[in-house]
C-alpha cells in the first residue's frame, strides 16, 4: 500500500521525473542535449523575368444592327393595310404599306389635264409666233406684235414645264402611297394600325422600322488606362491579332472572331470610360439588342514582371508574396499588383527582374528556417494557396 508522500510523487506526473533526470544529468558533469533542427522544407519557385502578360478584357456590350432605319410615310392620309408579317426580314423595296391611293389618282389625273392644256397654249403660241415672226422681217408686222408673239411663246413653254412638275410631283405622290421598304433587313411591330390617319412630316407619319442584321456592332465602354492599352495594340504590328469575341451569360460564342471598328478619342465626362464599337458578321442571324458579353483578344502589357496570382499573400500592411534570397531564407516582400490575366498578375513594384518568388508549399514556411527551392510544380506534397 503506497504511502501519502508516494501519492503526491505520482500526480506530479511524467513531466517530474524528466526534469529530474535533467538535474541528475546536470549535477554528474554533463549538459542536456539540444534539439534536433528541422530539415530545409521543399517548395516551388518560379524565376520573375519581364515577358509580355496577354491580358483577358472582357466587358458587358449591347448589339446593335449596322443599320436602323425609320419607315416613315411620306403622304398624308388613310393607312388602309399592313403587307408584312411583324418580325420578318424583307428585301430592299418590298411593300410594307398601303395608303389610301384614291386622293392622289384624282391629283394625278389633274395634273395630267392641266398639262394638256398648257401643251395646247404653247401649241397656239408656237404658231402665233411663227406666223409673226416672217411678217416682221417683210416690214408686214410691227416690233410690238413680233414681241407680244415671242413672249407668249415662252411663256406657254414655261407653262408646260410647271404643268409637267405638276404631274411628276402628283405621280410621285400616288407612289408613295406605296410605303416601302428602304433596305433589307428585320422588321418590327408596326407602329399606326390600319385605318389610321398618318401625316407626312410629324409623328405619325413613322410605321415601323427596319434593322439591317447582316452585320452587327458591338457597343460597350471601357476603363481609359484599357483603352490606351487597346490603341496601342491597333497601333502595333501585331494588330491583326487585335480582335473581339461576343459570348452570352454562360460563356457561349455567340459569333465568330470581329474587328474593333472605333474607339472614341474621348472619355465619358459622367462615368470616365471610353466608349469602342466592334463589328461583327451574323450569318446565323442573332438578334440584335442582345445584352452581351465582349472579349477583346490579342492586347497585352509588354516588359511585365509576372507571377501566378496564387504566390499573392494578404496580410494587414496588403499584399506580399515570400521570396527566397541568396541563403536560402524565405523573406516576405510586400508588392504591389496590376493587370489580372486568368492565373497570372502583374507586378508593378516590389520585385526586380530574378527574384525567386515560392509558389508551391507556402503553408510549410516557416520565418528563418531556410529551404530547399525547387522548380515551380515539383515539390513534394505542395500545398498551393489561393488568393482570396
Given amino acids: ?138 416690214n408686214l408686222a410691227s416690233q410690238r406684235d413680233r414681241d407680244t408673239a415671242l413672249a407668249g411663246f415662252e411663256s406657254a413653254e414655261a407653262a408646260v414645264a410647271a404643268a409637267r412638275a405638276s404631274l411628276r410631283t402628283a405621280e410621285l405622290n400616288l407612289s408613295y402611297t406605296d410605303v416601302r421598304a428602304p433596305i433589307a433587313g428585320l422588321t418590327s411591330r408596326e407602329v399606326r394600325s390600319e385605318g389610321s390617319l398618318v401625316t407626312a412630316g410629324d409623328d405619325s407619319s413613322l410605321l415601323t422600322y427596319i434593322v439591317q442584321a447582316d452585320r452587327l456592332f458591338v457597343d460597350f465602354a471601357i476603363a481609359d488606362g484599357d483603352a490606351e492599352l487597346v490603341r496601342a495594340a491597333l497601333a502595333s504590328e501585331h494588330r491583326d491579332k487585335v480582335g473581339i469575341r461576343v459570348t452570352d451569360a454562360q460563356g457561349r460564342a455567340i459569333t465568330g472572331m470581329g474587328r474593333i471598328e472605333v474607339v472614341s478619342p474621348r472619355v465619358d465626362d459622367a462615368t470616365g470610360t471610353v466608349a469602342i464599337r466592334g463589328v461583327l458578321d451574323n450569318p446565323d442571324g442573332v438578334v440584335p439588342g442582345r445584352i452581351v458579353r465582349a472579349h477583346v483578344d490579342g492586347v497585352s502589357i509588354p516588359d511585365s514582371l509576372v507571377i501566378p496570382k496564387r504566390a499573392v499573400m494578404h496580410g494587414a500592411q496588403g499584399a506580399y508574396v515570400w521570396t527566397v534570397d541568396e541563403s536560402s531564407n524565405p523573406v516576405p516582400t510586400p508588392v504591389e499588383l496590376g493587370a489580372l490575366a486568368g492565373n497570372d498578375v502583374a507586378v508593378t513594384a516590389g520585385l526586380t527582374s530574378g527574384a525567386r518568388v515560392i509558389v508551391d508549399g507556402l503553408m510549410k514556411i516557416r520565418p528563418g528556417q531556410p529551404v530547399s527551392a525547387v522548380a515551380e510544380g515539383t515539390a513534394q506534397n505542395s500545398e498551393p494557396s489561393s488568393v482570396p
Fill in 1 to 138: 500500500m503506497l504511502t501519502e508522500p508516494n501519492r503526491r510523487l505520482l500526480r506530479r506526473g511524467p513531466g517530474f521525473f524528466s526534469l529530474s533526470a535533467v538535474a541528475l544529468v546536470a549535477a554528474c558533469g554533463g549538459e542536456p542535449p539540444a534539439p534536433s533542427a528541422f530539415p530545409p522544407v521543399e517548395v516551388g519557385v518560379v524565376d520573375v523575368e519581364p515577358r509580355a502578360l496577354a491580358l483577358e478584357l472582357e466587358y458587358p456590350a449591347q448589339l446593335k444592327g449596322v443599320r436602323e432605319v425609320e419607315v416613315r410615310a411620306r403622304v398624308s392620309g388613310i393607312l388602309l393595310e399592313r403587307l408584312y408579317s411583324e418580325g420578318e426580314h424583307v428585301e430592299a423595296g418590298a411593300i410594307l404599306f398601303r395608303i389610301d391611293p384614291d386622293p392622289f389618282r384624282a391629283e394625278t389625273a389633274r395634273a395630267r389635264a392641266a398639262l394638256g392644256v398648257e401643251e395646247a397654249n404653247l401649241g397656239q403660241a408656237r404658231r402665233d409666233r411663227d406666223r409673226i415672226v416672217p411678217l416682221y422681217e417683210r
